[in-house]
């Protein structure tokens, strides 16, 4: 049982910042992975980053240097602060967590939140 809400996304120009937040409802929210996805339009669901317990962060390719992901584990939030927007960007941004034990799998998706970045 989990209930993880995105807030934040809306339309920017290219170059401006949004910063989008995840409230994760949740059991042992301080024991799960918890990652960004985005889906354009036209196009399949794509990791953008992703951050462990501890706060080990993974990003992609396509916006390291402009995208960061932090997490509060005492207020179970996860962000994605995005800098320097671009067209590319522009898609339906989930909010995950995922946790992997012997004999259990836990991965949970939020209803995603609609960022469009365009002039």
């Known amino acids: 049982q989990a209930h993880l809400v995105e807030s934040g996304g809306g339309l920017v120009q290219p170059g401006e910042s949004l910063k989008l937040s995840c409230a994760a409802h949740m059991s042992f929210f301080g024991l799960h992975d918890m990652a960004w996805y985005r889906q354009g339009p036209g196009k399949q669901r794509e990791l953008v980053a992703r951050?462990?317990?501890?706060?080990?962060?993974a990003i992609a390719d396509s916006v390291k240097g402009r995208f960061t992901i932090s997490r509060d584990n005492f207020r179970t939030m996860v962000y994605l602060q995005m800098t320097n927007l671009e067209p590319g960007d522009t898609g339906v941004y989930y909010c995950n967590a995922h946790r992997t034990t012997r004999g259990n799998e836990d991965d949970y998706w939020g209803q995603g939140t609609q960022v469009t970045v365009s002039s």
């Open positions: 951050i462990d317990p501890a706060g080990a962060t």
